[in-house]
């Protein structure tokens, strides 16, 4: 009960003092409780007594009522916290955990399916509130109310006291039992759900692709099998849950049954009186209600637990490190001295020992089979990991002393896949430069060859993405991707050879949007067809990781190696294709 306290502490940050206020205040109130209940004990006697000791009674029913008046303002400041405090606390965390998002690695993110990402911001903070709502309070009062009272029926009467007692240390074992089954019921309850979500986000996303490839069925299966492996894992864990629970209440019943027998022998031998007896019982039975619930608390505290752990896992990536001091370039040429560079979870490395350098303003080409590392070399130099041998410098600058920030700004990428966003096709190219107007926006647009094609939706440029769905084609959609670029007029820019998917009429307005954009740049292009960087300044041939030659499309052509035979092949394809 502790760890998850002190873990949802950490988890809360700025907003634990409050928290550990709301607790303090909770406890104080129920050991007002305890004593309220004590006090029945002499006030019973008081009532019983002939004749009645009215003033005795009336300091009795005083203090009890003054005790029970600080309890009540006690209690309303924890309720006026709990519900204030739990949306606060609820942005609050959401907001932290959107920040962190933000600052991890951006290889963090990718190792994460989306909808785990979804459970995490969406459904664990909820449940982290509805804890700390009411959860943490009402253990509180459930222990420490009984605590109380029977630390003060020992001073009445410790035989009865004890057999209230037993029934605590009896219920230990069983709930400690209890706990351990559900907290493995309720953690593979949070991985099925997790996989259930992230499967419907998979299959939402991937639905076009899954329906050309005829695949809908099977992936739908696998959803249907993430759907059966949920529900079965509820029942299951409803089902251990069961036995337990019900012994902790039939310990609780015995206790009062034990409380009656002692009870009645001791009024009988005149040990204890009567109005003793009754006022014990009263006390007994209102304990006894929330002490046969309390083993559920425990599903709740492990569904807690479970979130809390996500959580803090996802707050605990360590961001990327900015070094000092932080320095901003004034060149933008870009070198790799000596990188080597593994994946997360990954044995071997997929970059080894690179070292190369793009003057500014010059156009390199990256040539390789596929899984040679030419995508790695582009996601490295906007910091998507850091590597783990070597450096990436801009302009002479260690990337890792570039403000996160500043080195996107530095860097725009134009890659196959482009994320449109459902929101306007302003709002979506503005998106590489906020607060850009509406003719800077347009401005990019014609530069980018999209200008047309946007005139002509319903709304032009006001136009939601959501609305058009799927009407725009890849090359418009990159065309759009292109006019972001334009716009965020970064000194480098890193190409995803966009054109390679395209038809050739599409292929001539990219290629020309394309020009544009990379006009003094320093550029980095990963190119599939040869035939479109034969003018580059350089060409980087990798292989398996290693760069096996550098030079201009005439000296690799001369040197007769790996890049020539790649050009061989491809200048065959092209004769068979027109033969054909
Ligand atoms: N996020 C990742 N986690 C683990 N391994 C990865 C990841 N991304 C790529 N790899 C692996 O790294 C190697 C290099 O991949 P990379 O995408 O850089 O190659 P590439 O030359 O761009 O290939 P392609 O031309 O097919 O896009 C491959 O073996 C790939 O499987």
Not at 361 to 386: C, E, H, P, Q, W
Request: hydrophobic share 45%.
């Amino acid at each position: 009960m502790i760890q998850p306290y002190r873990r949802m502490l950490r988890v809360l940050g700025d907003h634990a003092p409050q928290m550990q206020r709301n607790v303090r205040i909770s406890t104080i109130a129920s050991v007002l409780e305890g004593c309220i209940y004590a006090l029945l004990f002499p006030l019973m006697l008081a009532l019983f007594e002939h004749p009645i000791n009215t003033s005795r009674l009336g300091i009795l029913l005083a203090i009890s009522g003054g005790l029970f008046a600080i309890e009540t303002v006690l209690r309303w400041q924890e309720l006026t916290f709990s519900w204030d405090a739990v949306n606060e606390i609820s942005h609050d965390t959401r907001l932290k955990l959107g920040e962190q998002l933000r600052r991890i690695p951006l290889e963090q993110l990718t190792n994460r399916r989306s909808g785990e990402l979804n459970v995490i911001l969406g459904g664990n903070v909820s449940e982290i509130v509805l804890w700390l709502g009411s959860l943490c309070l009402t253990i509180i009062q459930t222990l420490v109310v009984p605590c109380v009272t029977i630390a003060v029926m020992f001073w009445i009467d410790w035989r009865l006291a004890i057999a209230l007692t037993l029934t605590f240390p009896l219920a230990i074992p069983i709930y400690q039992q209890f706990r351990k089954i559900v907290g493995q019921g309720t953690r593979q309850t949070a991985i099925a759900d997790a996989e259930t979500a992230s499967r419907v986000i998979e299959y939402a996303q991937g639905l076009p692709v899954l329906r050309a490839t005829k695949q809908v069925g099977s992936r739908s299966q696998q959803i249907q099998k993430a759907l059966a492996n949920q529900r079965a894992t509820q029942s299951r864990t409803n089902q251990l849950v069961i036995l337990p629970s019900l012994m902790i209440a039939t310990l609780v019943e015995i206790g009062i049954l034990l409380i009656i027998a002692l009870g009645s022998v001791y009024v009988l031998q005149g040990s204890l009186s009567l109005p003793i007896l009754i006022a014990l019982l009263v006390i007994a039975v209102r304990f006894s209600e929330p002490l046969a619930v309390f083993a559920n608390y425990a599903a709740v505290f492990d569904i807690t637990e479970a979130a809390l752990e996500r959580i803090e896992a996802l707050l605990s990536i360590q961001p990327l490190v900015v070094l000092a001091p932080t320095q901003a370039p004034e060149k933008f040429d870009i070198s790799f001295e000596s990188v080597t560079f593994t994946y997360l979870d990954q044995s071997e490395p997929v970059l080894r020992n690179i070292s190369l350098h793009c003057p500014e303003r010059s156009f390199t080409a990256l040539v390789g089979s596929s899984g040679s590392g030419k995508t790695t070399i582009t996601r490295l130099i906007s910091r998507y990991a850091d590597v783990q041998q070597g450096k990436i410098c801009i302009g002479g600058i260690d990337i890792r002393h570039i403000d996160p920030t500043q080195l996107m700004r530095l860097v725009s990428v134009v890659f196959q896949d482009v994320y449109l966003f459902d929101d306007t096709i302003y709002n979506n190219i503005r998106l590489a430069k906020p607060g850009s107007t509406d003719v800077e926006v347009e401005a990019a647009a014609q530069a980018a060859n999209c200008h047309d094609f946007i005139s002509r939706l319903p709304n032009g440029y006001e136009t939601r993405v959501g609305e058009i769905g799927g009407a725009l084609s890849g090359g418009e959609r990159q065309r759009i991707s292109i006019a972001r670029a334009i716009l965020k007029d970064a000194p480098i820019v890193l190409l995803d050879e966009p054109t390679s998917a395209l038809d050739t009429e599409s292929e001539v307005a990219v290629q020309r949007a394309i020009d544009r954009l990379v006009e003094n740049k320093t550029v980095i292009v990963i190119a599939h067809r040869l035939s479109t960087v034969v003018g580059a300044d350089q060409i980087l041939v990798l292989e398996s990781g290693q760069m096996i030659e550098q030079g201009t499309h005439s000296q690799l052509l001369e040197l007769q190696g790996r890049y020539a035979s790649l050009w061989k092949i491809q200048q065959n394809a092209y004769c068979w294709r027109i033969v054909a």
